[in-house]
């Protein structure tokens, strides 16, 4: 079996490697998606040099960044959340990345702790349509986005996707390249704009291929997931 230093190593080569075929100029970053595991998962893969870690549920992720708070890890809330829990979303998380609506962003925007930095938000946007999953429309991302950049207390970073797991490769680049040209046009109207979420254990490599910046991967780092936890 693997330790934990061995398996990261093999992701961040891979993603190095995919990086390096697209010819992209910077590092693409690994994003740890460790919904449903420990805090001593995350404590151990922390001690192997991951830093960014990424959670589904909100008071999970809480409860497991005040745990872990002595190392200094960068938490990331990347699944559904309700209103009624921007403001402990806003003072556990150092990044939102699933902002699908306007409401959130007055929401997060009131609850961001003083003193802390403003909260990095990705706008998360359904390209695809599907009705069992949360994202703006393609064509509500614009006034979004200016939304959340005309926030004081949230920074606008830019987008994340899950895009159907469609089995033809083919179906999948094309969605991915839709989210690459939705990505270049908010970078054209906001500077700031920097990141492109997408792509996961099964996918990364297209994803990389296609423009993220930014992939995130759970089982290949941890192994099969365990049964799902509560909000």
């Known amino acids: 079996m693997e330790t934990p230093e061995q398996?990261?190593?093999?992701?961040?080569?891979?993603?190095?490697?995919?990086?390096?075929?697209?010819?992209?100029?910077?590092?693409?970053?690994?994003?740890?998606?460790?919904?449903?595991?420990?805090?001593?998962?995350?404590?151990?893969?922390?001690?192997?040099?991951?830093?960014?870690?990424?959670?589904?549920?909100?008071?999970?992720?809480a409860d497991k960044a005040a745990e872990l708070a002595a190392?200094?890890?960068?938490?990331?809330?990347?699944?559904?959340?309700?209103?009624?829990?921007?403001?402990?979303?806003?003072?556990?998380f150092d990044w939102v990345q699933s902002l699908d609506r306007p409401k959130l962003v007055a929401g997060l925007d009131r609850a961001r702790p003083a003193g802390r930095p403003p909260l990095n938000v990705l706008v998360q946007v359904n390209v695809d349509g599907e009705a069992s999953k949360s994202g703006c429309a393609p064509e509500d991302v614009g006034a979004l986005a200016g939304l959340v950049a005309g926030a004081s207390n949230l920074?606008?970073?830019?987008l994340m996707a899950i895009p159907e797991p469609h089995p033809d490769p083919a179906r999948r680049r094309a969605t991915l390249r839709r989210l690459r040209a939705l990505f270049d046009q908010l970078a054209a109207d906001h500077p700031g704009v920097d990141t492109l979420s997408m792509g996961m254990s099964d996918d990364?490599?297209?994803a990389i291929a296609e423009g993220a910046t930014m992939v995130r991967i759970g089982t290949a780092l941890f192994g099969p997931r365990p049964t799902p936890a509560h909000d």
Do not use: D
């Open 7 to 61: 398996t990261l190593r093999g992701v961040l080569q891979t993603i190095e490697n995919a990086a390096k075929l697209a010819g992209r100029p910077r590092a693409v970053r690994l994003l740890a998606v460790s919904k449903t595991r420990t805090a001593g998962e995350v404590r151990a893969l922390a001690a192997a040099g991951q830093r960014a870690f990424g959670e589904n549920y909100v008071r999970e992720g």
């Open 204 to 206: 990364f490599e297209l």
């Open 155 to 158: 920074r606008l970073r830019g």
């Open 71 to 92: 190392l200094g890890l960068e938490w990331h809330l990347i699944g559904h959340l309700q209103s009624n829990k921007c403001r402990e979303a806003a003072g556990a």
